[in-house]
């Protein structure tokens, strides 16, 4: 969600002036594109879309959390945490992402399915 913050601030240094409206994005514009987001985060260095790397495949994580309800908070929440014994002996490290950001990176990897 976005929030605008709207002021106004004078045209000229006296203040005696036509004020003029100034517009200014209180928050960040929405959560960049998810593979820009993935490739930022350093997500590729552990897994492919398609194939197993050091993690699994993201297309494989979508088809194993297709059917769970609550999916996307799930899996937010394995991406800032972490976790470890889901997918073999490597774990995954906690991840300095927001949960906006994390939010965003889960339901990209869901809709790989």
């Avoid at 350093?42 to 979508?62: E, S, Y």
């Avoid at 609550?70 to 014994?85: E, M, N, V």
Wanted: aromatic share 4%.
């Amino acid at each position: 969600m976005q929030r605008l913050a709207v002021g106004v601030r004078s045209l000229y240094p006296n203040g005696l002036a036509v004020a003029g409206l100034v517009l200014t994005t209180a928050v960040s514009l929405p959560v960049r594109a998810s593979e820009v987001l993935a490739r930022e985060h350093n997500c590729l260095n552990c897994h492919h879309v398609d194939r197993k790397k050091i993690g699994p495949g993201f297309r494989q994580v979508a088809q194993r959390y297709a059917k769970h309800k609550d999916a996307a908070p799930q899996l937010a929440d394995k991406i800032i945490h972490g976790g470890a014994g889901a997918w073999g002996p490597v774990a995954m490290p906690s991840n300095p992402v927001s949960k906006e950001e994390a939010l965003v990176l889960a339901r990209w990897v869901l809709a790989m399915k």
